[in-house]
């Protein structure tokens, strides 16, 4: 092997085994009622099978033929883990993944029992392989919903917290996966697998951004994963908390979460843990979305309003923090919004 197959070899097959070892990982780090780790640790091992499965067969063609068959089988896993991770995060509960794994893996066992590759391999790559890569690419269509909310974000110039970056990072590197793997076909076989190493590096370094961050990458809440506010508390908060917009709590430029927990009655911890888990939310972003509400409003009614005296009117105690936060909710300053409201 010269120096630049060796080169090839390492690079794509470092990215497999970083990937088996992200795996392990994920799924030994899964909290319990956390299964969107358990889902994202399955796709990357579906994806590192394949590609040592490539890697492999480029570097050795004799490679025995139950190995390139449990490589091709593993890629009929590979859309709906992606599916399964992306939609169980985003809807923070655990889906029916029974459905989406188990015809699929019945499927494919009886398909290689009764046409196993080494016997039948013109059907394997004319007929079973385009059907693998369709169903991938379904699934892949099928787990677009979930990530659209951060391309909205991204379209609209907001800002984007790492969660988002890494969640869509996750999606469109499957998407890149599967492109290069069909690109493969009429470039190199080895594509796949090189594509692989790039999106396992680039989620590597996503991930030791975070860490290095202290705080958790995979679950922005996970500071509460072990207290769980009780019903009865989530019915109080809920009905209380539509005091904050009638009784105008937000006005106050000096409110606290403690003020506003003390006027529900119940915990400042409870009221933070619900705004983070029901709402996505801080307490300053939830009171400042109220503030820039009512700066709207007061647009649409008063028009003689300096920008300054609006920013006080709403509840902002200072001209800079006003503009900082109506120009990121909103996407415009106060001026430009003004004047392509007519306002």
């Known amino acids: 092997m010269d120096f630049e197959n060796q080169l090839i070899f390492f ?55 139950i190995f390139i068959q449990i490589g091709l089988s593993a890629c009929i896993l590979i859309g709906p883990f992606l599916f399964l991770y992306l939609k169980s995060y985003a809807e923070k509960r655990k889906p029916n993944w029974i459905v989406h794994v188990f015809p699929y893996l019945i499927g494919i066992s009886v398909l290689g029992l009764f046409f196993p590759y080494v016997e039948h391999r013109a ?4 007929g079973i392989v385009k059907g693998i890569y369709l169903q991938w690419f379904i699934y892949i269509i099928l787990a677009f919903p979930y990530v659209k909310p951060t391309i909205k974000k991204f ?92 009784k105008e709590l937000f006005l106050n430029p000096n409110l606290t979460l403690t003020d ?22 801080s307490f300053s972003t939830y009171i400042n979305e109220l503030r820039i509400e009512k700066a709207k409003q007061l647009l649409q009614i008063k028009s003689n309003y300096t920008i300054d005296g609006l920013g006080y ?24 919004y003004r004047k392509e409201n007519g306002f």
């Open 123 to 126: 059907i394997w790559s004319r």
């Open 155 to 246: 379209r609209d110039r907001q800002k984007l917290h790492n969660i988002d970056i890494w969640i869509i990072s996750i999606y469109l590197g499957v998407l890149f996966i599967w492109a290069a793997h069909n690109i493969g076909a009429y470039t190199s076989y080895i594509v796949g697998a090189l594509s692989y190493t790039f999106v396992i590096y680039l989620i590597a370094l996503l991930f030791i951004f975070k860490i290095n961050k202290k705080s958790t990458f995979f679950q922005n809440k996970e500071k509460y994963h072990n207290k769980e506010i009780d019903q009865e508390t989530i019915i109080q908060i809920e009905k209380g908390i539509a005091l904050i917009n009638e």
């Open 11 to 65: 690079f794509s097959i470092s990215g497999a085994f970083n990937g088996l070892f992200l795996s392990i990982y994920f799924a030994s780090t899964a909290q319990k009622k956390k299964f969107s780790n358990y889902f994202l640790a399955m796709l990357l091992l579906m994806l590192s099978i394949r590609i040592i499965k490539s890697v492999f067969f480029y570097f050795n063609p004799q490679l025995s033929n």
């Open 260 to 281: 506003v927990a003390r006027e529900l009655k119940v915990s400042k911890h409870n009221l933070s843990q619900y705004l983070n888990e029901k709402l996505d939310k």
């Open 313 to 336: 009117e709403s509840g902002f105690n200072s001209k800079s923090t006003f503009y900082t936060v109506f120009k990121k909710i909103t996407g415009k300053t106060p001026s430009q």
